[in-house]
């Protein structure tokens, strides 16, 4: 999987410049991947500051009331700032009572997509576009990309334990570990600091997150971990078997993740209260995730199958259409993020890592009702163990409950830039699912 490059440096100067002289922790992290952080970087940056058809002040209150969804203050917080910085009006900042009622029309489809995005039909599309403060079909699917980019990377953010900055209220502490941290920010006063971290290849906010050729220290085991010796060997094997499968096969098998995938726990307890700064950002708390194979109040919601509407023979060509230039930038930040490999699991070198990445990215969106017609679910139980998926889950579905403690258990024998790019894929798979969903609903709304 991999080690960061020397190119990462010029990326991070990139990154700090277009970000008012800091380098956020979510961009340190990333900095494992160069290739992808690129993607990822400017992407963000032209959903939030390129052309488009919704106004600056609009995206960023938009992502604010996507991170208000996983309760993701790290995000909150950095979003306020350049809401403000745009010339967003600060009263909006008290929360949903405040703010235009155009906006407020686009909380329903906010609270869908984050956590039951088959729920959504052409009625919210609808609602959007008629009436008094209508929203253009353009201006709606800008909304949509910003909505499941950042509930995605609330994804990121807890998984990877990011946290918060160090001029931001909560910082130094990890939320729920109990351990203090001492995080290191980049801003003007200390950007000889920044070139120097850059070039120990170390990510800056956090110093215990160096990479060695050992990986990370396993903590004290729960339950035995598959390890990476019988992983490869599963792999092989799987490779040189090559299963043909009848479509009712594939189909049960699949069905059979989605219900052992119901069975499962998540990590963590829900968590009790909301913080008071941010709970004026969210409506309707209760509304969360539910397993897709539970859906019993909607027996008419039938599984998503890529072969009837896919990312490259549909999505893409919409988003571009109704949003220019978009659907490229996302294409190729999903196109990198699947393929993204160094040929390396743990110590070991020369690994084809493709089956094993391959089963973690249709697992993730099997969790959110989408089957891969031609992919073989029963692999996911040969080369995901119990432990993985739980954490897969967790961060894709319920990523406020999941902390440090939870990353450091799983994927013990994985290098941390492994383990980084495992929640590469969970923001990816889950960001693609959701847009699937979304534009395959516009579709219909433009169609019918």
């Not at 938009?62 to 967003?88: D, N, P, T, W």
């Not at 990312?311 to 109704?322: A, K």
Request: with cysteine; hydrophobic share 35%; proline share 3%.
């Amino acid at each position: 999987m991999g080690h960061i490059q020397n190119d990462t440096q010029e990326l991070f100067i990139d990154a700090f410049l277009q970000n008012n002289n800091r380098l956020d922790h979510v961009t340190q992290v990333m900095g494992y991947h160069p290739d992808y952080m690129d993607h990822f970087l400017r992407t963000q940056n032209f959903i939030l500051k390129g052309d488009g058809p919704l106004p600056f002040d609009y995206r960023h209150y938009i992502a604010i009331m996507a991170s208000g969804r996983h309760q993701c203050s790290y995000l909150i917080a950095l979003q306020k700032q350049e809401f403000l910085v745009q010339g967003g009006n600060h009263t909006w900042l008290k929360g949903l009572d405040h703010i235009p009622q155009k906006l407020k029309d686009l909380y329903e489809i906010n609270k869908i997509l984050a956590h039951r995005p088959w729920l959504l039909n052409k009625s919210h599309i609808e609602k959007l576009t008629k009436g008094k403060d209508s929203w253009s079909l353009a201006e709606v699917v800008h909304a949509i990309v910003i909505l499941t980019h950042f509930h995605s990377l609330c994804s990121f953010v807890f998984s990877c334990g990011v946290n918060q900055e160090v001029d931001q209220i909560g910082a130094h502490t990890y939320h729920t570990s109990g351990e203090t941290h001492v995080d290191i920010v980049v801003d003007s006063s200390c950007i000889k600091f920044f070139k120097k971290s850059v070039q120990q290849d170390v990510p800056a906010n956090r110093q215990d997150w160096e990479d060695s050729s050992s990986g990370s220290p396993p903590p004290s085991p729960t339950e035995p971990e598959v390890g990476i010796t019988t992983l490869m060997q599963r792999m092989k094997t799987l490779s040189e078997k090559n299963e043909k499968c009848t479509q009712v096969e594939l189909t049960k098998r699949f069905e059979n993740i989605e219900h052992q995938s119901a069975e499962l726990g998540v990590v963590g307890p829900e968590p009790q209260e909301t913080p008071a700064d941010i709970s004026g950002f969210i409506e309707d708390a209760s509304f969360i995730y539910e397993d897709f194979a539970k859906r019993n109040d909607h027996d008419d919601i039938q599984t998503f199958r890529v072969q009837d509407y896919s990312w490259n023979d549909h999505g893409y060509s919409l988003v571009n259409r109704l949003y220019n230039e978009v659907g490229s930038l996302l294409d190729d930040k999903f196109r990198t993020a699947y393929n993204l490999t160094y040929y390396t699991m743990g110590g070991r070198t020369d690994v084809d890592t493709s089956k094993f990445r391959t089963a973690i990215w249709n697992y993730i969106q099997c969790l959110l009702g989408i089957r891969h017609d031609d992919y073989n679910y029963g692999e996911i139980n040969q080369l995901l163990e119990r432990s993985l998926k739980t954490f897969i889950k967790s961060a894709c579905c319920y990523p406020e409950r999941v902390t440090k403690k939870d990353y450091d258990k799983v994927l013990r024998e994985f290098k941390h830039s492994e383990k980084v790019h495992v929640n590469l894929m969970i923001l990816e798979a889950r960001m693609q699912a959701e847009l699937l969903y979304a534009l395959r609903t516009v579709n219909r709304y433009m169609t019918n």
